[in-house]
């Protein structure tokens, strides 16, 4: 069974640091390309970045590009996101997602994380 | 970026009514889209991708249509546990930017 458990979330004031985490089990991590998806309070879906299944590529959204950073550690089957910069604009559950296809990745997510609420707020 | 609009921003409806939502590209997007169920408090639940394809597990009353700018998802005979809101995604443009629509929320009559 895929699991993915996110953690690392919680309240920080604006303009400080955070590192999410999501442990994955149940499937070849090394395999998958893996994704960050956040939902602020009450709204909608976002997508926030993606990492290849083997690390060579990442990707962002404008809203957090130069200040989040992905990556991942395949001989542990850990996804990071290291979040600097933060914002009130931030503030939202964080998701970690697995995609649908191995080796090319095309962007649908089949399996998430229960999320990782971060608040930021002085 | 590829902008997503879904409509209606909420439907209602009784058990047993057929649901239709409709999701709209900014650009063409051939089939390279999804469409996910989310419950509150709960993540995001996979239901069709590629458009038409209905992810293993989901029930045969959810199917998707459309492809280019223009898509539905259609929920043949509205069941409990399917009050919940729902989302279209474009993958066209992957590697990303990926986009979600706004959500449309199912609600009871």
């Known amino acids: 069974e895929v699991q993915l458990l996110e953690s690392g979330g919680g309240l920080v004031q604006p303009g400080g640091s955070l590192r999410l985490s999501c442990a994955a089990s149940?499937?070849?991590?090394?395999?998958?390309?893996m994704s960050w998806v956040r939902q602020a309070p009450g709204k909608g879906l976002e997508w926030v970045s993606t990492i290849s299944a083997s690390a060579d590529s990442t990707y962002y959204a404008d809203s957090v590009k130069g200040r989040f950073t992905i990556s991942r550690d395949n001989s542990k089957n850990t996804l990071y996101l290291q979040m600097n910069s933060l914002g009130a604009e931030d503030t939202a559950v964080y998701y970690c997602?697995?995609?649908?296809?191995?080796?090319?990745?095309?962007?649908?997510?089949?399996?998430w994380g229960q999320g990782t609420l971060v608040t930021v707020s002085s | 970026d590829i902008q997503m609009t879904q409509s209606p921003s909420s439907v209602s409806g009784s058990v047993g009514d057929r649901v239709t939502i409709t999701c709209r590209a900014s650009q063409g997007i051939s089939s390279w889209l999804a469409w996910y169920q989310q419950k509150p408090g709960k993540a995001p639940k996979l239901l069709i991708y590629g458009a038409f394809s209905l992810q293993s597990g989901v029930p045969s009353r959810f199917s998707g249509s459309g492809s280019g700018t223009d898509f539905t998802l259609t929920i043949s005979s509205l069941q409990p546990e399917d009050f919940a809101t729902y989302y279209c995604q474009q993958t066209n443009s992957f590697p990303p930017p990926l986009t979600f629509g706004g959500g449309t929320k199912v609600e009871i009559k």
């Open positions: 149940g499937f070849t991590f090394s395999s998958y390309a």
């Open positions: 997602a697995k995609d649908l296809s191995e080796i090319v990745a095309r962007g649908y997510f089949d399996h």
